[in-house]
């Protein structure tokens, strides 16, 4: 069910609504059903409804100067779950600003039309070709450039399954230098994208392999679909990067690893329907949509990926250590990389964004890890003095 946004605009103003607690009050529900679940979903969603719960392990920190103890529950570090997947995606931005090189990098999205999506969505395995039809129609471009250097640029690409209304559509975003470097010629600037011929070759590229794939009944839908789009299957860029790392990590944050839905996206939940809203990529019109949990609940599982799946693939010179890379600098300087490395760690964390250590002891101390309790098994990483036995 949609709504206009101006009739109940006033829905914006409502609490918040987080997904883990939507997940824990109906998903066993949504399960009796009997809908065959992959084993990564049934993984993925018992872990982020567990999230935070100290009974499935958490580490006991105290203080040797006034004895406070402290429990500090472990997260379930699923890449689905909004809370832990803020930290992935942050991890994952600096592990990726470290590998850029210093130059302007342009952002291009690789689309398929609507006819194609069933199939990706039947055999999970086909979103493989999706990088390679996306890779091979890019090393063709930059190598019909000049074939004697054999230019090689350098991209990250990243597969997101998603639309704006969690519909299954997926699609690449590559992140991809402006220039490359050659056999010879240690950089050459290229910022002309030749649109017509990607959309050409994305296409030829991408029906060949899967009609290698799935085989000669695949071949009339092929031949329809170079009638049906002429031109191409739509291939697109975003604004030019900047040459800077806060830029670089303001665009990976975004597209690489972000999960399906924002939480703030979440109007209403009343235990049988979900209200939520979405910005539409026709026009930017606010669309309010409302429907049962437990298509909710479809909406969203259908995007958590299989167990291995690389969702985030380097290629070019950010896949491996090429001929001219000690030649080449890099976007973050050495000790930007420190910092983020530093910083990673979760009392790091809130330390730097909210200003707090929680580790920090009312009496001024800083807390010692004590223990770590685990679902397996307990880890006594100290002996500690007698009289802390007994204020625990």
Known sequence: MIFCYNIIGDVMNSKSFKIKDIFSDRWDDFVALGYPLRPAILHNVRKIINCGDPSMGHALYFCDHCGKIKHVPFTCKSRFCNSCGAKYIQDRAASISSKLIQCEHRHIVFTIPKELRPFFR???????????????????????????????????????????????????????????SGNK???????????TMLRKRWQTTLLDLLHRYLGDSFYKLKTSLFKTYPSGFYVYAKSNMLSNSVDSIKYIIRYTGRPAMAQSRILDYDGEFVTFFYNRHEDNEKVIEKIHVFDFFKRLIVHIPDEQFKMIRYYGLYAKKYKHSSKLFLLMTASKRKFFKQNSHWRARLL??????PLRCQCGNTMKLLNIFATSKTHLLDKPPPQLYNSA
């Open 122 to 180: 039947k055999d999970r395995s086909l979103l493989h070709l999706l990088f390679h039809a996306s890779a091979a129609t890019i090393h063709a471009w930059f190598y019909s450039i000049n074939k004697s250097e054999s230019f090689k640029p350098g991209f990250i690409s990243t597969l997101h399954t998603f639309g704006r209304d969690l519909k299954w559509n997926p699609h690449i975003h590559m992140l991809i230098t402006e220039g490359a």
């Open 185 to 195: 010629t240690v950089w050459r600037k290229i910022p002309h994208i030749p649109f």
């Open 352 to 357: 730097l964004h909210f200003g707090i250590d």
